[in-house]
């Protein structure tokens, strides 16, 4: 890029001073409503362990604090050939890994896939199809000509679902945007593995798993100190080891109640009832255009999917409110188009490194036909800052309620996902956040640190495979529906 300014102080308050009093006014706006400060945090985070709770309960609650039937760590010891499949909501992506007898090594051969827009809104046949496709390709393409064993399948399926089982998973409802027809409140297993049968691949699903869920495993596999698993992406979510004594929704089951099982928070439904979160007129508009109003209220405040559109419904907000006041006489017919920003703007506009906002200027420009002045630049990039900042001190509070929760004073987080490995800052303003809702002392070393994640989807998912082989041999069947259909996997 040529002719731009000089890179940007670190100070922006130099930047502000000459803008226009009603533009400063209107950003004074955005920071009221956009900014969450420490009290709120806690305020969310008492609330957001009482929901935990809640979801553990046998009359339940918002969030659905799934039981996985993940039971306990990999011990660095587990063996196998495994193939998983990552259906997340952005690409597909199928993996064959080995666990070898090396303790904690894995060779793994993965293939990425693009999940297609249309089959977000298709139908389940269209979407089994197309899945079974990505695997039968996948397998042909490295396993050309060979009769293959049957293989164990770690299908991480990361939308809610309830187990009975570890090979079970009824949806309770699509989130990220996904709305096809005929799957929520079916166990997803049986329609995945008859399209599998049809084409006679040799392949069972051993575990649907959560992507966080993969996330906790792989994570815990390198590193004993984590203790939650995050994904901080399209969607939001997190999962961490309970013991089944403090789960009263599984009390009949009658398992030792030191057992340890992992529960998928779906935490993403947290405050569905809208009593704590801070609401914008722009998360209520976002909320009763989605698919699912009234879901995922949580998710649709701090998730990758939404921060374009919120920072979106601001500016068509001001521009019809206040007509003049930003973009005078142009055209906005591209801003106007729901989902029309992507947060990846969002990301770039905060790591405009120039004074004169050079880039942003330019992607306005190229992205959405809209000549901006400096003046607008500057309250562009302010609301950004504030969206994204929101997101980042929000979504904390979703780790340090499982923390309180647990009695977890120190720990790692393992963490995935678009928002936390792309966004600029979101990392530094989590840990921010969680400082000032866990009153760490001023020079006290952060004690629940978030860190990147191992690969979840894919070493996690066969992970959890060998794992559940591992217990079935062993002769734990909770969660078990019939031990024989893993009669061919078991060696
Ligand atoms: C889904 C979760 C998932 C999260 C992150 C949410 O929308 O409901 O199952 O873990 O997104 O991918």
């Known amino acids: 890029m040529v002719g731009l300014g000089p890179r940007r102080r670190p100070s922006r308050k130099g930047s502000m001073a000459d803008m226009p009093k009603d533009l400063l006014e209107q950003i004074k706006e955005f920071e009221e409503i956009f900014t969450v400060d420490a009290a709120k945090l806690k305020q969310v985070v008492n609330h957001f362990v009482k929901e935990l709770e809640k979801?553990?309960?046998?009359?339940?609650?918002?969030?659905?604090?799934?039981?996985?039937?993940v039971m306990g760590f990999p011990n660095g010891h587990e063996q196998g050939t495994f193939l998983a499949l990552d259906m997340g909501g952005t690409n597909l992506r199928v993996c064959e890994i080995v666990l070898s007898e090396e303790k904690g090594e894995f060779?793994?051969?993965?293939?990425?896939?693009?999940?297609?827009?249309?089959?977000?809104?298709?139908?389940?046949?269209?979407?089994?199809?197309?899945?079974a496709d990505c695997l039968q390709q996948f397998l042909e393409y490295h396993h050309p000509g060979e009769k293959l064993d049957q293989l164990p399948l770690g299908f991480t399926f990361s939308y809610p679902a309830t187990q009975d089982y570890i090979d079970h998973g009824v949806l309770q409802r699509w989130t990220k945007g996904f709305d096809i027809e005929g799957v929520e409140g079916q166990?997803?297993?049986p329609q995945f593995e008859a399209v599998l049968k049809k084409r006679n691949l040799p392949i069972k699903i051993a575990a649907l798993i959560n992507?966080?869920?993969g996330t906790l495993i792989a994570s815990a596999y390198t590193d004993p100190?984590?203790?939650?698993?995050?994904?901080?992406?399209?969607?939001?979510n997190a999962a961490y080891m309970e013991n089944v004594g403090s789960i009263p929704k599984i009390a009949h089951m009658n398992l030792p109640a030191d057992m340890p099982i992992a529960i998928n928070c779906e935490y993403g439904a947290f405050d569905n009832e809208h009593v704590v979160l801070p609401?914008?007129?722009?998360?209520?508009?976002?909320?009763?255009?989605?698919?699912?109003?009234g879901q995922q209220a949580f998710e649709k405040m701090t998730a990758g999917l939404y921060l374009g559109e919120i920072f979106r419904l601001a500016l068509i907000d001001l521009i019809d409110k206040k007509p003049g006041l930003i973009f005078e006489g142009q055209d906005v017919s591209k801003l106007r188009k729901a989902y029309s920003i992507d947060s990846s703007l969002l990301s770039a506009i905060e790591e405009d490194p120039y004074e004169n906002l050079q880039e942003t200027q330019e992607l306005l420009e190229k992205q959405l036909g809209l000549k901006a002045v400096k003046s607008e630049l500057e309250l562009i990039r302010r609301l950004a800052e504030l969206i994204g900042t929101r997101a980042a001190r929000l979504s904390a509070c979703g780790v340090a309620a499982i923390c309180k929760k647990k009695n977890i004073e120190s720990c790692h987080v393992g963490a995935d996902g678009s928002v936390f490995?792309?966004?600029?800052h979101f990392r530094a303003r989590g840990a921010q956040a969680l400082r000032e809702i866990l009153d760490w002392a001023p020079n006290e070393k952060d004690k629940v640190v978030i860190l990147p994640a191992e690969d979840g989807s894919g070493v996690g998912a066969a992970l959890i495979a060998a794992l559940t082989l591992k217990r079935i041999k062993e002769g734990n069947l909770a969660g078990i529906r019939d031990e024989k259909q893993f009669q061919a996997l078991l060696g």
Do not use: H
């Open 279 to 293: 609401l914008t007129q722009y998360d209520i508009i976002i909320d009763r255009d989605s698919p699912r109003p």
């Open 107 to 131: 060779d793994i051969t993965q293939s990425k896939y693009r999940m297609p827009e249309e089959l977000k809104t298709g139908t389940a046949e269209e979407l089994w199809e197309y899945t």
């Open 421 to 424: 490995n792309k966004y600029p």
């Open 187 to 189: 166990d997803v297993v």
């Open 225 to 236: 100190e984590m203790k939650i698993g995050c994904i901080f992406g399209t969607g939001v």
């Open 211 to 213: 992507d966080t869920t």
């Open 55 to 69: 979801g553990l309960s046998v009359e339940g609650g918002n969030i659905p604090m799934n039981v996985t039937w």
